[in-house]
Nanobody, 121 residues
Framework: QVQVVESGGGLVQPGGSLRLSCAAS????????MAWYRQAAGKERESVAG???????SYADSVKGRFTISNDNAKNTVYLQMNSLKPEDTAVYYC???????????????WGQGTQVTVSS
């Protein structure tokens, strides 16, 4: 089993910054990828940013130039630095990890519980 825990959400004014963290632990042989998604009220969950084990990154057009995804392999943690936040960034942010399980070496997906980000004056 793998546990995924997000932190760092909160209330911030437009133009402000927040840094989200996502730590994974448990039966992990190796990471394949980690990603951030978000879901605003009344909308479908959407991809925000992703990073592979090799360090390749991808971003939604709506956050390019404002958000940066990074990881710390030693800590099994992925971060999302969010700058120049806008009210439309308000959502619950979820972390998704894709790992190879150390139990049976199958590739599995895990999601965190989500952390609320509210951008408002």
């Amino acid at each position: 089993q793998v546990q995924v825990v997000e932190s760092g959400g909160g209330l911030v004014q437009p133009g402000g910054s927040l840094r989200l963290s996502c730590a994974a632990s448990g039966s992990i042989f190796r990471f394949v990828a980690m990603a951030w998604y978000r879901q605003a009220a009344g909308k479908e969950r959407e991809s925000v940013a992703g990073i592979t084990s090799g360090g390749s990154t991808s971003y939604a057009d709506s956050v390019k130039g404002r958000f940066t995804i990074s990881n710390d392999n030693a800590k099994n943690t992925v971060y999302l630095q969010m700058n120049s936040l806008k009210p439309e960034d308000t959502a619950v942010y979820y972390c998704r990890v894709v790992v190879v399980s150390s139990a049976d070496f199958t590739q599995l997906n895990y999601w965190g519980q989500g952390t609320q980000v509210t951008v408002s004056s």
